[in-house]
């Protein structure tokens, strides 16, 4: 199974901040990356896909860079709506995993 | 609007039966893969099972291989999960989610990041 770490696991930070989630793979995924948004008693939101990929409707604070086993997750300016917990996914092989999770919180 | 909704969770003993349910609604269920996706409470999200568009194609994490079965009927736009031998370790929120094939290769498929996801269900496994 391909593990994913995700570091730091829990980050605080304030309201205007740039901050950056890394995930690293066990082995290479080339691009089948995927980061998702949780917040509390939700369901998780899809943000970036295919590492770097914005999804439709998710602003463009969020950014996300990396190939092979070394990903990140940028926020440029961090909002209120933003402190949630963040996974990364890889789909590149079986089983479909998920990282631990990087919980933001505000400072 | 594009919505999933999932049914079927409660309370269930050790080594029971449970049968869940995912509704769709607002797109063509036809054509998209599904999943299911669970988190046990304070915890992490755990895949669980994956389905083709039509059915021909399905995966499971280890966990879950031997005692849960994934379906789905498109003539209803509906999305199963049937759990049997259930155990505590299954307690969790379970999610439907969505997503489009990616590629086949090799005899497998793999599948696209999950666009659409349900509320979820509970189901908690004790005695």
């Known amino acids: 199974d391909i593990q994913l770490t995700q570091s730091p696991s829990f980050l605080s930070a304030s309201v205007g901040d740039r901050v950056t989630i890394t995930c690293r793979a066990s082995?290479?995924?080339?691009?089948?990356l995927a980061w998702y948004q949780q917040k509390p008693g939700k369901a998780p939101k899809l943000l970036i896909y295919?590492?770097?990929t914005l999804q439709s409707g998710v602003p463009s604070r969020f950014s996300g860079s990396g190939s092979g086993t070394e990903f990140t997750l940028t926020i440029s300016s961090l909002q209120p709506e933003d402190f949630a917990t963040y996974y990364c996914?890889?789909?590149?092989?079986?089983?479909?995993?998920f990282g631990q999770g990087t919980r933001l919180e505000i400072k | 609007q594009v919505q999933l909704v999932e049914s079927g969770g409660g309370v269930v003993q050790p080594g029971r039966s449970l049968r869940l349910s995912c509704a769709a609604s607002?797109?063509?269920?036809?054509?998209?893969?599904m999943h299911w996706v669970r988190q046990a409470p304070g915890k992490g999200l755990e895949w669980v099972a994956v389905?083709?568009?039509?059915?021909?194609?399905?995966y499971y994490a280890d966990s879950v291989k031997g005692r849960f079965t994934i379906s789905r009927d498109n003539s209803k736009n509906t999305l199963y999960l049937q759990m049997n031998s259930l155990r505590a370790e299954d307690t969790a929120v379970y999610y439907c989610?969505?997503?489009?094939?990616?590629?086949?290769?090799?005899?497998?498929?793999?599948?696209?990041?999950?666009?659409?996801w349900g509320q979820g269900t509970m189901v908690t496994v004790s005695s």
């Open positions: 989610a969505r997503s489009e094939l990616g590629y086949c290769s090799g005899g497998s498929c793999f599948f696209d990041a999950f666009d659409i």
């Open positions: 607002g797109f063509t269920f036809s054509s998209y893969a």
């Open positions: 389905i083709s568009y039509d059915g021909s194609n399905k």
């Open positions: 082995q290479g995924i080339s691009s089948y």
């Open positions: 295919a590492a770097s």
């Open positions: 996914q890889q789909l590149n092989s079986y089983p479909i995993t």
